[in-house]
């Protein structure tokens, strides 16, 4: 399995971008679809965003389309999330996570892979 650890969190004020990057190591990174989920105070954890393992498909919460973009570099074992336009209701921790599947799993928060500890982003007004 791989072994994730994200960054990137922070504060910010609404309106602004933020990207967030999970590094990975261990043995085969591009075997990983790897993907962001996120729980927000008081709230069960959500699927954002996912991405297959060669990049070329991806997989988004209809809630999170347009603000949200999901990619990855195999060559460095990340992958990144950039958000624009942030609201305060982005507030919430951002969890990366990686499975060896790529399918509806990832919108049901079905993941047997790995995660990271989380990065906190908190959006004020």
């Known amino acids: 399995q791989v072994q994730l650890l994200e960054s990137g969190g922070g504060l910010v004020q609404a309106g602004e971008s933020l990207t967030l990057s999970c590094a990975a190591s261990g043995y085969g990174f591009d075997k990983y679809a790897m993907g962001w989920f996120r729980q927000a105070p008081g709230k069960e954890r959500e699927f954002v965003a996912a991405?297959?393992?060669?990049?070329?498909?991806?997989k988004y919460a209809d809630s999170m389309k347009g603000r949200f973009t999901i990619s990855r570099d195999n060559a460095k074992n990340t992958v990144t999330l950039q958000v624009i336009s942030l609201k305060p209701e982005d507030t919430a921790v951002y969890y990366c996570?990686?499975?060896?599947?790529?399918?509806?799993?990832?919108?049901?928060?079905?993941?047997?892979?790995?995660w990271g500890p989380g990065t906190q982003v908190t959006v004020s007004s």
């Open positions: 996570a990686a499975d060896l599947d790529f399918g509806d799993n990832w919108y049901e928060g079905v993941i047997f892979g790995s």
């Open positions: 991405i297959g393992w060669t990049g070329t498909g991806t």
